[in-house]
């Protein structure tokens, strides 16, 4: 996975019908009849705020892939608390599992917003694979990311203090354009699920991070790092 506040600089296509497939890394590499191609096996779906888009226990046979709004994606504890995994921006994609084997969803998909999605079922896929192998190594490659996010946030929940964990998540949130500013890409409420916490504890230590001179809030979920070496030495 990439990290929750990824930034993306996806390709854009101003065709329609490449609408989905251009804003995929695994896909977007492809000239524009393969993209033709893969288009036509895909079915666009709309969901509404809130609503699911799978359930944990679902058949996977889907690939899913975000062409408008965001996915949250999270599973739920035995007690039912509830652990948010990723959320997934325009060119992201869930459901990828069931290119390999057919198996039941472990997590939650839900809308944050209206979300279009572009679906593409397992056994057309497959066969785009076997056609097109640079797809398989793109998805490989996708798969590396979130292994690698995986290990990385599993070790700070084993490691790090909660103040050290929000530290670092708003570090990773700076983009490479040197701005030392950027919205907050989820809720508190999910920052906290994300992040181990509290929404009270994210509260608390953003306010203690901006009375030591580390980050500025401002309004609509804008943060400005002041001391990015500070900040990551928290």
Known sequence: ???????????HTHEPNHSCVSLVPIFNHLEYDQMDEIMATAQSVTYKKGEIIYHAGDQA???????????????????GKEQLVRILNPGDFTGELALFRKDLHESYAEAMGETQVCMIKQSEL????????????????EFSNRLEQSEKQTTRFATEKAETRIALFLA????????KEFVLPMSRKDLA???????ETISRKLSDLEIQGYIKQKAHKKIEILDLDGLLMV
């Open 1 to 11: 996975m990439k990290h929750a506040c990824n930034h993306h600089n996806h390709a």
């Open 126 to 141: 497959q066969e785009l694979l076997l056609k097109y192998p640079s797809i398989s190594l793109k998805i490989l490659s």
């Open 61 to 79: 046979d889907s690939l899913y892939i975000v062409s408008k709004g965001k996915i949250r994606i999270y599973r739920l504890s035995e007690s």
């Open 193 to 199: 699920s994300y992040l181990g916490t509290s929404p």
């Open 172 to 179: 990773e949130c700076l983009s490479d354009d040197q701005s």
